[in-house]
């Protein structure tokens, strides 16, 4: 899709802004929220350090790894952390072909 963005008029152009915006901060605590759950199985003393600065597709991929041998995770409640792992990176992953057109 081909846009000629010199075209868009003030209201079309702060229409984009606002929604990229929020779009940008949903995705921020997302990111945030997922830092913490990170963190919530191992409660490790570097668990936070390691979780801070690392971006949504290594947290999903990190989380998924222990969450299927992990004593502390039930058998019912592994395919809904599984899927919401999955959902994250794909909602992460579509924010970043928005705002950076990057897939």
Not at 6 to 26: C, K, M, P
Not at 48 to 63: D, H, N
Not at 71 to 83: F, H, Q, S
């Amino acid at each position: 899709m081909t846009t000629d963005w010199a075209q868009d008029t003030f209201n079309q152009w702060l229409e984009r802004h606002l929604a990229l915006g929020i779009v940008a901060s949903y995705s921020a605590r997302m990111e945030a929220r997922l830092r913490e759950a990170s963190c919530a199985p191992d409660r490790g003393a570097l668990a936070s350090t390691v979780a801070a600065g690392q971006a949504v597709g290594w947290l999903t991929e990190y989380r998924k790894a222990p969450t299927s041998p992990n004593p502390k995770v039930t058998d019912k409640a592994r395919p809904p952390i599984l899927t919401a792992l999955t959902d994250c990176r794909q909602a992460y992953e579509a924010r970043n072909d928005m705002i950076h057109c990057v897939s």
